[in-house]
């Protein structure tokens, strides 16, 4: 079974950063994806970051510059650096992993991040 827990949400000014972390533990096959996701009250959940088991990152527009994700495929976990963070960066933001070897996609409990002055 796969877990996966997140940490690191809290309450930040604008224009301050937050680092988010994901750790999964279980049986993963080595070839994956793993993802932040976000939901803002009232709105669908929007993909935010990407990285792939090679490394290679995407970003939703309106994240790009200001954002950064990073992983270990080995240890299966993924951070999310968010910097100069606005108003309506604020959601529950989930980890998701997709599991290329069983085609099936984990999520994390989701963990909260409020930008307000």
């Known amino acids: 079974q796969?877990?996966?827990v997140e940490s690191g949400g809290g309450l930040v000014q604008p224009g301050g950063s937050l680092r988010l972390s994901c750790a999964a533990s279980g049986s993963i096959?080595?070839?994956?994806l793993m993802r932040w996701y976000r939901q803002a009250p009232g709105k669908q959940r929007e993909m935010v970051a990407t990285i792939s088991s090679r490394g290679t990152t995407?970003?939703?527009d309106s994240v790009k510059g200001r954002f950064t994700i990073s992983g270990d495929n080995a240890k299966n976990t993924v951070d999310l650096q968010m910097n100069?963070?606005?108003p309506e960066d604020t959601a529950v933001y989930y980890c998701n992993l997709w599991d290329a070897g069983t085609?099936?996609?984990y999520w994390g409990q989701g963990t909260q991040v409020t930008v307000s002055s």
């Open 2 to 4: 796969v877990q996966l």
């Open 29 to 32: 096959f080595s070839s994956k």
């Open 58 to 60: 995407n970003y939703v």
């Open 84 to 86: 100069t963070l606005k």
């Open 103 to 105: 085609n099936t996609n």
